[in-house]
């Protein structure tokens, strides 16, 4: 089946500075990549995606990039601020689908001012 | 907007109790799922179930059965709860139709965390 890798695990970064965080899928049939934030005492929330026939795509200072021959993919967050604190996860819709996500297991993004 | 509510934010229970997770959706999504979240492993999938009384099991099912009698409820069952069912369980909701229309879009409940003593 499916299975996602995500890295770092924590990654801390000075407020206004960038973070960068890295995932790489196993099956090749996979067509759509979303990422999730989740915020303290909430449940995860869909911040960006993209699928397999789009190379990048960009939300105001957040960005997915989208390397299908190596099988990775990355959020790039700009300018950070201290609300992009939160744990964020990626993931990867699975062949046996009906819709279901392989996700990874997660990454602590601590902003500081 | 998609509303997704557990029931229960924490519990507490005792090894051996029954014990019954609720989540309840507002938008008419077919699919919902159960997924457990721990430190380290991300979200791991417990049960899906893709229409009324129709379910599948997921990655992590042992120890764990679900129902769903109704489109908008999807309840998780822990029959004997054991200590290392102590978790964070998350309820998602997700319609079908077009990518554009925003399928394959999950929409998550804000999390039960149980406490199995």
């Known amino acids: 089946g499916e299975n996602v890798e995500q890295h770092p695990s924590t990654l801390s970064v000075q407020e206004g500075d960038s973070a960068v965080i890295k995932c790489t899928y196993s099956?090749?049939?996979?067509?759509?990549f979303p990422w999730y934030k989740q915020e303290l005492g909430k449940g995860p929330q869909l911040i960006i995606d993209i699928r397999s026939n789009v190379g990048e795509k960009k939300d105001q200072r957040i960005a997915v990039t989208l390397n299908k021959t190596a099988k990775h993919f990355s959020l790039h967050i700009t300018e950070t601020q201290p609300e992009d604190s939160a744990v964020y996860f990626c993931?990867?819709?699975?062949?046996?689908?009906?819709?279901?996500?392989?996700f990874g297991a997660g990454t602590q993004v601590v902003v500081t001012p | 907007d998609v509303k997704v509510t557990q029931s229960s934010r924490y519990l507490v229970k005792r090894t051996g109790e029954k014990v019954f997770l609720e989540c309840v959706q507002d938008?008419?999504?077919?699919?919902m799922f159960w997924y457990r979240q721990d430190p380290g492993l991300g979200l791991r999938l417990i049960y899906f179930s893709y229409d009324v009384k129709m379910k599948e099991k997921g990655d992590i099912p042992e120890g764990y059965s679900v129902s769903r009698e109704k489109k908008e409820r999807f309840s998780l069952i822990l029959e004997s709860a054991s200590t290392n069912q102590t978790s964070m369980y998350l309820c998602?909701?997700?319609?079908?139709?077009?990518?554009?229309?925003?399928?394959?879009?999950?929409?998550f409940g804000a999390g039960s965390r149980l406490t199995v003593l």
């Open positions: 099956d090749s049939a996979s067509n759509y």
């Open positions: 998602a909701s997700q319609g079908l139709g077009t990518f554009s229309s925003g399928a394959n879009v999950l929409t």
């Open positions: 938008m008419d999504h077919e699919n």
């Open positions: 993931a990867a819709l699975r062949r046996d689908s009906w819709g279901k996500l392989q």
